[in-house]
């Protein structure tokens, strides 16, 4: 690891370690999330209330008729890396939170962009995250 990437893994991390606690987010009475680790893939498929999406669910074996979003967190050498792909009728939104390895906290992460329906969006972490969860799912009108 080069050391301009082991600067900002320490700052992440001290970031992290020192956050306050508004900083935190408690997820335990959030429903319709997804808990993912390393190496979890497959489709996360719903029921649609509006453009609001419950009953969130990962399924190896997705039904065709009922579209979803594919998902894949994989360890790469210098990064742990989540790909997802809408395929929704409308742009998505959702929020996703953070679980350090060797921690309880969870923190909610940056800014996730909206994914256009039918696109790819990838995001990378170089922390050591431990889990990854995936919550407040809803579809938009959004435009890029």
Do not use: H
Not at 25 to 30: C, R
Not at 83 to 112: C, H, Q, V, W
Not at 122 to 130: C, D
């Amino acid at each position: 690891m080069n050391i301009l990437k082991l600067i900002t893994a320490l700052s992440l991390l001290c970031a992290v370690a020192t956050a306050a606690p508004n900083d935190r987010i408690d997820l335990k009475d959030i429903k319709d999330k997804i808990s993912l680790t390393v190496g979890s893939k497959g489709t996360i498929q719903f029921k649609q209330e509006g453009n609001v999406l419950t009953e969130a669910k990962l399924v190896k074996d997705a039904d065709a008729k009922q579209p979803g979003i594919s998902v894949e967190l994989k360890k790469e050498p210098e990064f742990l890396g989540l790909m997802l792909k809408n395929g929704l009728p409308k742009a998505l939104r959702y929020r996703a939170a953070i679980r350090l390895k060797g921690r309880k906290d969870y923190f909610e992460t940056s800014l996730i962009l909206p994914v256009m329906t039918g696109l790819v969006s990838f995001e990378t972490w170089e922390a050591p995250v431990e889990e990854l969860v995936l919550f407040d799912f809803k579809l938009t009108d959004e435009k890029l």
